[in-house]
């Protein structure tokens, strides 16, 4: 089963949860405070990418129409 990070919104607390894929937009309550105000965090691979945009990903900026920013300059 896939682990899934949360952060309480409560409390500000993160936790990983072990759950089933059907279960993946399911309330998770926290384990801190129990509050089932939470919600799922960005993947893994973003929050680890040190706030740097990933070039190719699709992602685009205003000074470009395309899905690319490595011709613009911008960034
Ligand atoms: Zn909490």
Redo the contacts with the bound molecule.
């Keep these: 089963m896939p682990i899934y990070e949360y952060v309480?919104d409560?409390?500000g607390?993160q936790f990983e949860l072990m759950r089933s894929i059907k279960d993946a937009n399911n309330t998770a309550p926290?384990k801190?405070?129990h509050?089932s105000e939470t919600h799922k965090m960005l993947s893994v691979f973003f929050a680890h990418s040190d706030g740097r945009s990933v070039e190719g990903s699709g992602h685009s900026c205003a000074n470009c129409s395309g899905g690319a920013c490595s011709g613009c300059g911008h960034h």
């Design positions: 309480c409560s409390c607390q926290c801190h405070c509050s």
